[in-house]
């Protein structure tokens, strides 16, 4: 299925959503939702929707039935991410692209994730009380099932409650789906696409750094498109029906460090990554070091099953590290530079952590063949 066959779809089940949520009364609105995001996954695989489906209701039986059951938990946890295992798998390792292989893979990592936010959250007894409509709706909504972002159910929750119709946030959410739709259709698959890939495509295939420099570009230019522009699309659709989601991109290229790059990239998954990974992993080790690298493993995996993105999660969790170490012993001494020479360092910073995230793949991709023999 093609980018554009898929977001038509898209934009077509999430409208729809939007329509009926409006008109119908306030007891089916969050039916018709779930309905919605059926119809989406329906719509590219009848599997897709039962897979989900199986993880929706059993998910939700253990929470009304087996709350606080530890055995449970695990058993529903170890089973998601089994299956979502055995498809990266079969797919070659990868979590795939949007509209790419037989049951939307990348919109199956992302329902995983929100699964297992939903299990430990029902675990240590944090949710709300909440009817299964409203647990459908929140796993089904359609504009996130693609890439996200991966919102919280009691956020979800809180505003479903809430909804009033408000014309300044329609209008808000109507200029941010045009705006993502124009980021995917314009930019990514016109400019980047075509032109910037046809311009690149000498370079690219020039040995050495340059040809290396060159694909890197246009590599992170795509991802950040495309991921960015499913984003607003989601973000939007959510503003329609209106509900909040979670902001997933903010100029992250202008990231001065390492850390501030995980602040913009991405955002609801390295908080997701912050609380499931990250924050028991300190507990347990009281080392934020091995917390670091453990949490960007987890992502590196969930991206790929593959030497290289195990590879990969661990240059990033080790430059985390080493620039926690630099600004714990620079960091102050840099504040009492000159005006002048903070600015060129910031400017100096920026480029050197837009250069350490552009060669991440390239540097890792050599460290695997190094590894392997190749």
């Known amino acids: 299925m093609s980018d554009q066959h898929f977001l038509l779809l898209l934009v077509m089940w999430s409208s729809l959503a939007v329509l009926l949520a409006w008109l119908l009364p306030a007891r089916l609105q969050a039916t018709a939702i779930a309905a919605c995001g059926a119809g989406l996954l329906a719509s590219v695989s009848v599997l897709s929707l039962l897979i989900l489906a199986a993880y929706t209701g059993l998910s939700f039986l253990a929470h009304r039935h087996a709350p606080g059951r530890h055995a449970a938990t695990v058993a529903g946890i170890a089973g998601a991410v089994a299956v979502l295992c055995c498809f990266m798998a079969a797919g070659g390792g990868s979590a795939g692209g949007i509209g790419e292989g037989v049951i939307l893979p990348a919109g199956m990592a992302f329902y995983t994730l929100r699964l297992i936010h939903y299990l430990l959250e029902s675990y240590k007894d944090n949710l709300r009380r909440h009817d299964f409509s409203e647990y459908l709706a929140y796993e089904f909504l359609p504009s996130t099932l693609p890439v996200g972002p991966i919102h919280r159910f009691d956020e979800f929750l809180r505003d479903l409650r809430r909804r009033r119709w408000d014309p300044v946030t329609f209008s808000g959410g109507m200029e941010r789906i045009l705006y993502g739709s124009a980021k995917l259709v314009v930019i990514g698959n016109y400019l980047v ?4 890939a046809i311009a690149l495509s000498g370079t690219m295939a020039a040995p050495g750094i340059e040809g290396v420099y060159a694909a890197a570009v246009l590599f992170w230019i795509k991802l950040y498109v495309l991921f960015s522009g499913y984003s607003d699309i989601a973000i939007g659709f959510g503003a329609l029906l209106g509900l909040r989601l979670r902001e997933n991109f903010d100029w992250p290229f202008l990231a001065r460090n390492i850390g501030e790059f995980w602040q913009r990239w991405h955002v609801s998954l390295a908080s997701w990554c912050r609380d499931y990974v990250f924050t028991p992993t300190l507990s347990f080790t009281r080392s ?57 360092w910031r400017v100096l910073a920026t480029l050197l952590t837009l250069h350490f995230v552009l060669f991440s793949f390239a540097v890792t991709s050599a460290l695997e063949r190094i590894l392997l023999g190749n």
Do not use: N, T
């Open 288 to 344: 934020h070091g091995l917390a670091v690298v453990a949490s960007m493993l987890v992502l590196g995996l969930w991206h790929e099953l593959s030497l290289r993105y195990l590879l990969w999660g661990a240059y990033h969790g080790v430059g985390l590290v080493l620039f926690r170490m630099f600004a714990d012993c620079a960091g102050p001494r840099i504040g009492l530079l000159p005006a002048a020479m903070r600015h060129a």
């Open 193 to 196: 696409g075509q032109k910037l």
